[in-house]
T-cell receptor, first 114, second 113 residues
Framework: AQSVTQPDIHITVSEGASLELRCNYS??????LFWYVQSPGQGLQLLLK??????LVQGIKGFEAEFKRSQSSFNLRKPSVHWSDAAEYFC????????????FGGGTRVLVKP | GAGVSQSPRYKVAKRGQDVALRCDPI?????LFWYQQALGQGPEFLTY????????KSGLPSDRFFAERPEGSVSTLKIQRTQQEDSAVYLC???????????FGQGTRLTVV
């Protein structure tokens, strides 16, 4: 069965500092990997996705993620955080072997200090 | 439409009441998904449609939950005899085809009192 672990429930970062959110997955075939962001009262917005090819993926809002098959990880990074990045971030795994449904991690809430 | 639209945005139901949640996917999107997001948790898969066919309903928590998409466009998630544990945000997502990027609606927050 597929699963996603986001080890950090909360992260506090100063504005302008770098951010890294961890994601580890378990999936029996070639995974499709996603990072979504959710602001309070809002739906999920896709930041970036990995299907195949280059393991370093660029997304919107200055985010990037790196797929490391050997570590079953797909960590999200941003070099310089803005106050508007405060939100909840979800990593998800899916793929054709799973009937295209997504399995989400529990999320990481990011707080940004001025 | 420009995005996935869900209605109502908020629903308060008395325990034992039936509710119906509506999802209007992006026009032309073949695949439609329903997820349940409990407070403080990540979304969990409920069911998946490809056009009007319900291909996977393995995530529906009980037989009180029922989903349909009769014409391959709008979908309705129905919950019968609501219980307090049904309180959650119900998210709908659609994608152009299987395996493609899924776009999420803003969700319906259901509170059962």
């Amino acid at each position: 069965a597929q699963s996603v672990t986001q080890p950090d429930i909360h992260i506090t970062v100063s504005e302008g500092a770098s951010l890294e959110l961890r994601c580890n997955y378990s999936y029996g075939a070639t995974p499709y990997l996603f990072w979504y962001v959710q602001s309070p009262g809002q739906g999920l917005q896709l930041l970036l996705k990995y299907f195949s090819g280059d393991t370093l993926v660029q997304g919107i809002k200055g985010f990037e993620a790196e797929f490391k098959r050997s570590q079953s990880s797909f960590n999200l990074r941003k070099p310089s955080v803005h106050w508007s990045d405060a939100a909840e971030y979800f990593c998800a795994v899916g793929g054709k072997a799973a009937g295209n449904k997504l399995t989400f991690g529990g999320g990481t809430r990011v707080l940004v200090k001025p | 439409g420009a995005g996935v639209s869900q209605s109502p945005r908020y629903k308060v139901a008395k325990r034992g009441q039936d509710v119906a949640l509506r999802c209007d996917p992006i026009s032309g999107h073949v695949s439609l998904f329903w997820y349940q997001q409990a407070l403080g948790q990540g979304p969990e898969f409920l069911t998946y449609f490809q056009n009007e066919a319900q291909l996977d309903k393995s995530g529906l928590p009980s037989d009180r939950f029922f989903a349909e998409r009769p014409e391959g466009s709008v979908s309705t998630l129905k919950i019968q005899r609501t219980q307090q544990e049904d309180s959650a945000v119900y998210l709908c997502a659609s994608s152009l085809d299987s395996g493609a990027e899924a776009f999420f609606g803003q969700g319906t927050r259901l509170t059962v009192v």
